[in-house]
């Protein structure tokens, strides 16, 4: 990466965007916040719900591009999650599911915050 602003790569900032997210916990309040899964081999719902947010902000507009997306950045974002996990994901959030995913939402926007505030520099371990 240079300065100069001129061969730039856009998808470089998910890495930070990642590494951000499993640091100050995000998966984990949203797991607080979604009903489990039942099953075999099932994946946490809020791990379901970082990685194809971190697959948008690569530019993904739908549910196989996330999928897809996933497949070649496992290295960053981890074991892929499929596009039926993710529906059943998606489709498990009701209402009452609503309002603790904002609730951990707020709390990890609070963490961020004072983490930034206690540190004008940055993130010391990015």
């Known amino acids: 990466m240079r300065a100069d602003g001129k061969n730039l790569i856009g998808q470089a900032g998910v890495v930070l965007l990642r590494k ?8 984990t309040s949203l797991n607080a916040a979604l009903p489990r899964g039942t099953g ?3 994946r946490d ?10 697959a948008i ?5 739908n549910i196989l591009e996330a999928e897809q997306l996933q497949y070649h950045w496992q290295a960053v974002l981890g074991r892929p999650v499929s ?8 489709a498990a959030i009701d209402a009452s599911s609503r309002a603790w995913i904002e609730r951990a939402r707020a709390a990890i926007r609070r963490v961020v915050w004072t983490l930034l505030a206690l540190r004008p520099g940055g993130f010391p371990w990015i």
């Open 20 to 27: 951000v997210a499993d640091r100050v916990g995000l998966a």
């Open 40 to 42: 075999p081999g099932r």
């Open 57 to 61: 902000m690569l530019g993904t507009t």
């Open 83 to 90: 596009e039926s996990t993710l529906r059943r994901a998606s």
């Open 45 to 54: 719902r809020g791990t379901a719900l970082v990685q194809p947010a971190c």
